[in-house]
């Protein structure tokens, strides 16, 4: 059974970090790209970061780059997101996603190129 858990989230002051992690379990996350995404309530779902299969290339939104880093460990088939200096409008429900497909700069951040999703992890960044 295909499946990816997230695990993490929390509750944390402005200017604080917290690491995200995603684990797979029922196939091997080497070969498959895998991005963060992230819902907050009325919005819609936006691409946060990836991470490729091929060449380990990473991406980035403009609204976390130099705050956020993307990284995977195979040997744990985990993807991490350390995400430091937290804003308010972090606040969301971070979701992790696999993708079979090769990333680009162009298709990363489109939900539809992803194959399988966790079930979410709040984060809530607040005095």
């Known amino acids: 059974q295909v499946q990816l858990v997230e695990s993490g989230g929390g509750l944390v002051q402005p200017g604080g970090s917290l690491r995200l992690s995603c684990a797979a379990s029922?196939?091997?996350?080497?070969?498959?790209?895998i991005g963060w995404f992230r819902q907050a309530p009325g919005k819609e779902r936006e691409g946060v970061s990836c991470i490729s299969s091929s060449d380990g290339s990473t991406y980035y939104a403009d609204s976390v780059k130099g705050r956020f880093t993307i990284s995977r460990d195979n040997a744990k088939n985990t993807v991490y997101l350390q995400m430091n200096s937290l804003k308010p409008e972090d606040t969301a429900v971070y979701y992790c996603?696999?993708?079979?497909?090769?990333?680009?700069?162009?298709?990363?951040?489109?939900?539809?190129?992803?194959?399988?999703w966790g079930q979410g992890t709040q984060v809530t960044v607040s005095s």
């Open positions: 996603a696999a993708s079979g497909s090769r990333m680009n700069g162009s298709s990363w951040y489109e939900p539809y190129e992803y194959d399988y």
């Open positions: 029922g196939f091997t996350l080497d070969y498959y790209a």
